[in-house]
């Protein structure tokens, strides 16, 4: 009877020992994993800066934060080395962005072409998020713009102010769907108040924007939009496409890539390209971003 | 009789061990501190978790990465993405144990030097520390203080030699702890 109970107290003591030894470190780990419960966490970081190349892309200022960018777009790559392949004839456009809040950016932006000002504006609706109970598998928001030639008369534009107007009002849905690979589309709605006999004033596109990081300063971006303007106009339109690398070096986005619109303005990016890259209508462009300042947490 | 008191006898040690006194904190700070004469980096995550086991020692702590906060969103922007690749690593986490737990009296109010000692996981690498710190026992909260030097290289946390007269290798962690008494669900 006695070496019976020996017996078993050495086998409980061998199956409880272990218990109470590896009982330590993970385990611990594990209730505290258990009871604090990571919180959902909003994906950012989608894109390197606001724009992909010429669309919008789903990053914003944040509060307080001011955008300065530079965009060029040069001549044809075909010209040969008398116009430096393109880069004796430059178009270009600066602009300054701003984050309201947190959610509301608004910018202004000028353009050598037609002397073109521009205002916008873009909300952040909804965010992509992870980690928590309920995600949210995109992030939603609406960008809206309005264009005006300010250039005195030319073959295009007359006295009347009206017919100077042009509009964007587009959203932007975007996934990050890992941490190197980004996409977007753009449903977009462009309406010009003058349009030529033959053109349309109201254009329907459809945009697709990517990135995929290379490295953690260096990205592959592209662009495309499908839109709906007619095919037997005069003047021969085509749907805007551009590939390009984005190089961030601490202070500044470099954006350098090529493209078939001379534009820089989305209305005008997306109805009137006019760069047909089966005829050499490539265009190498940069864009240069610099933030400044923005306090993202309130204390 | 005697097999009854043996199997009490060990069920009951069996249970003291799982109902050991465990102290959680749900909402720690950590500081991270780095200075250069051209920049200053310093970040506050007030979402620290740990778990002290004050029988045993054992001592977990783990945060997000991600829940540091920079006065400048593209100072965070950048720690985030450029270098702490919080979406690669979300996690930065503490296992192993108060070495000198049996000079801790957890029912005596006072000051307790701790020697921390255990692996250290940032950025995905893993590191062996030993490190310094303080138990403050008041009125049965503990509070569990520690400051550290971390070198970034150390954690393969790279930094570009360009950068390296603005970001210091050297990066001073301050962590504050402020614990309770773990009630079992």
């Avoid at chain 1, 009871?35 to 970081?45: A, F, L, N, S």
């Avoid at chain 1, 254009?203 to 499908?226: D, H, N, Q």
């Avoid at chain 1, 470099?254 to 089966?278: H, P, Y």
């Avoid at chain 2, 909402?27 to 004050?54: E, F």
Wanted: charged share 25%.
């Amino acid at each position: 009877m006695v070496r019976k109970i020996n017996f078993k107290i050495i086998v409980a003591f061998i199956l409880l020992t272990p218990f109470s030894v590896f009982a330590q470190d993970d385990s611990l780990m594990n209730l505290l994993n258990e009871e604090v419960k990571p919180e959902r966490q909003e994906v950012e970081y989608t894109f390197k800066s606001t724009r992909v190349i010429n669309a919008q892309s789903i990053e914003r200022m944040h509060q307080g934060q001011l955008d300065f960018r530079i965009n060029h777009r040069f001549g044809q790559l075909n010209l040969g080395s008398y116009e430096l392949w393109g880069l004796d004839q430059a178009v270009m456009n600066f602009c300054l962005e701003y984050g309201i809040t947190n959610w509301l950016q608004v910018g202004i932006r000028r353009g050598n072409v037609d002397k073109l000002y521009d205002g916008s504006m873009k909300l952040s609706l909804i965010r992509q998020s992870k980690g928590g109970i309920h995600n949210m598998p995109v992030a939603i928001s609406f960008f809206s713009d309005f264009s005006l030639a300010t250039i005195k008369d030319s073959a295009r534009y007359h006295k009347d102010t009206r017919d100077r107007f042009a509009y964007t009002n587009q959203f932007i849905i975007a996934r990050k769907f890992t941490e190197n690979f980004s996409l977007e589309i753009l449903p977009t709605y462009v309406h010009r108040n003058l349009a030529a006999f033959d053109e349309k004033n109201d254009i329907l596109a459809l945009g697709v924007g990517g990135r995929y990081k290379l490295t953690r300063r260096l990205g592959l971006s592209f662009e495309y939009f499908y839109a709906n303007n007619s095919k037997k106009t005069t003047t021969k339109y085509f749907n805007p496409v551009s590939l390009g690398f984005d190089l961030e070096t601490g202070g500044h986005v470099f954006q350098l890539f090529l493209t078939n619109s001379l534009n820089m303005v989305e209305n005008r990016v997306i109805a009137e390209t006019q760069g047909d890259i089966m005829k050499n209508g490539i265009y190498f462009g940069f864009n240069i971003s610099r933030v400044f300042g923005g306090k993202k947490n309130k204390e | 009789m005697k097999k009854v008191i043996v199997i009490s006898g060990l069920v009951f040690l069996a249970c003291s061990s799982l109902f050991a006194q465990k102290y959680i904190c749900k909402d720690g700070n950590v500081h991270l501190l780095s200075k250069t004469a051209m920049l200053t980096i310093d970040g506050k995550n007030n979402k620290a978790s740990s778990i002290l086991d004050s029988k045993t020692g054992d001592l977990v702590v783990q945060l997000q990465v991600r829940g540091f906060k920079f006065p400048e969103a593209l100072l965070e922007e950048h720690f985030n993405e450029n270098y702490m690749q919080s979406g690669t690593f979300p996690k930065a986490d503490f296992k192993g144990k108060i070495a000198n737990i049996a000079t801790v009296n957890f029912a005596k109010d006072g000051e307790y030097p701790i020697d921390i000692v255990g692996k250290l996981t940032i950025h995905g690498e893993t590191r062996d520390i030993k490190k310094k710190g303080k138990l403050v026992i008041k009125g049965g909260k503990v509070e569990g203080t520690s400051a550290m030097n971390i070198s970034l290289a150390n954690y393969k946390v790279k930094i570009e030699e360009s950068y390296k007269d603005r970001i210091d290798d050297n990066v001073a962690l301050t962590m504050d702890l402020k614990y309770e008494l773990y009630q079992a669900k």
